[in-house]
């Protein structure tokens, strides 16, 4: 890291995760995503809060063949508490790999942020004992995944190993025996079709035995 470079991280704040993750104990899958944006992009409280990220939405399509599932009526927002009850009822945790990071450019966009802290994916995995699969919603989130992979295994992982959209890897993590898929983002800024992610998500979960 050039010390320009360095200079201008020290000037920038470190931003905490804002959300708890979601650890029902009957959970045999979680989803892994990076960092959310900033407060004032956020249309409620949890975890992929942006009303134009197309998650919850995907989600709506994929279970119940509707879009606005989740949405509070015409509001431009959706009910977290809704979305809670789904996953637990279908047994999905949903945990973000970053606990801290730097947004460089003030956004939300993975390229952008310096991660200063990962999760603790031992202790998260320790209270969903269930959980053999687990899957990213993006690059940044699976490259990371694959670093406390190398931590683990004590040396580095080359990217060339690490899954591609729609593909997954087996792993030992721990002593336990993982699946890690990678899915595509949820973002617009991911260049493709809102059909092709329901088609990619939809896949996935009858997979699991969720559909």
Not at 23 to 52: C, E, R, V
Not at 133 to 152: C, R, W
Request: hydrophobic content about 35%.
């Amino acid at each position: 890291m050039s010390s320009t470079r360095e200079n201008h991280l020290k000037e920038l704040p470190i931003e905490s995760h804002p959300f708890k993750p979601v650890l029902p104990s009957n959970a045999t899958i979680m989803m892994m995503g990076t960092f959310p944006p900033t407060q004032d992009k956020w249309a409620m409280p949890f975890h992929y809060p942006n009303f134009y990220n197309d998650m919850w939405r995907i989600y709506g399509r994929v279970f119940f063949d509707d879009a606005d599932y989740f949405r509070v009526g015409d509001e431009k927002r959706f009910d977290p508490e809704r979305i809670k009850d789904f996953l637990s009822q279908h047994a999905i945790a949903s945990c973000p790999t970053v606990k801290k990071a730097i947004r460089e450019q003030g956004n939300a966009a993975d390229k952008d942020l310096t991660i200063v802290e990962a999760v603790n994916l031992k202790q998260v995995l320790n209270q969903v004992p269930k959980v053999d699969v687990l899957f990213t919603t993006g690059g940044k989130a699976t490259e990371i995944l694959m670093d406390l992979l190398a931590q683990e295994q004590g040396k580095a992982i080359p990217k060339s190993k690490m899954p591609k959209t729609n593909q997954h890897i087996d792993y030992n993590y721990g002593g336990r025996q993982l699946t890690l898929y990678r899915l595509p983002s949820t973002s617009r800024a991911y260049p493709l079709a809102l059909d092709k992610k329901v088609a990619a998500y939809r896949d996935f979960f009858q997979a699991m035995g969720k559909l």
